[in-house]
């Protein structure tokens, strides 16, 4: 094992043209200290093909978790009759996913909870708001109607927007509040500075 695991490592740094240890700045983990870091990286998870400019809707974003539910909501209530109807070629068919995707149900105390801290219906108004305005063929356009979810956050819908677009490079490692990111640093022994405090403070708007 360790000699195959030796040489997959050499090709695949000849291939990406890098150095080092194979899963060394290859594959990277986001800490979500909070409901506004976890609701920003769903949402620049899900959107990711809309932004590419590879799909145009929700429906049409291929191995997301928006398009898996959005398909559950559509078939929940034709069960019986899809059963009855399955195509005989699967191949177009989203990939199943190995884990059922974490539930929606609106609560709020994370501490206590592993579902999502969220209606999903407000989640998909504000996920179909995002998309319509982060479209390649409709950049800069915003929706006047702010969806209710940004209202009960207090954040701006630029803010909101640039968040979408840019949220894996606003932070490095860590998103949440300010000073919930310095203190998860010095918690984990990573040192004291942090990366994304404009980005933080406008996501986390004082009252």
Not at 14 to 28: N, Y
Request: glycine fraction near 6%; include cysteine; charge should be positive.
């Amino acid at each position: 094992m360790r000699c195959l695991n030796e040489e997959i490592a050499r090709r695949a740094n000849r291939e990406d043209g890098c150095k080092g240890a194979f899963w060394e700045g290859r594959f990277k983990s986001q800490a979500l200290l909070d409901e506004q870091a976890l609701l920003a990286c769903m949402m620049y998870v899900d959107l990711n093909p809309i932004r590419a400019g590879i799909a145009n809707t929700l429906q049409a974003s291929d191995y997301t978790s928006i398009q898996e539910r959005i398909t559950e909501l559509s078939t929940s209530d034709k069960n019986t009759k899809a059963h009855d109807d399955k195509s005989a070629s699967t191949s177009s068919e989203p990939l199943k996913p190995l884990k059922p995707l974490a539930q929606f149900d609106g609560a709020t105390h994370l501490a206590t909870q592993s579902s999502i801290p969220f209606h999903f219906c407000d989640y998909l108004q504000l996920i179909d708001w995002t998309g319509r305005a982060i479209r390649p063929d409709k950049k800069g356009f915003i929706d006047s109607s702010q969806p209710k979810l940004l209202n009960k956050l207090g954040i701006a819908p630029d803010v909101w927007i640039t968040s979408a677009k840019e949220f894996r490079r606003q932070y490095s490692g860590i998103s949440g509040r300010w000073d919930a990111m310095c203190a998860f640093k010095q918690q984990h022994n990573c040192g004291q500075w942090c990366k994304g405090k404009a980005c933080s403070n406008a996501l986390h708007p004082s009252p």
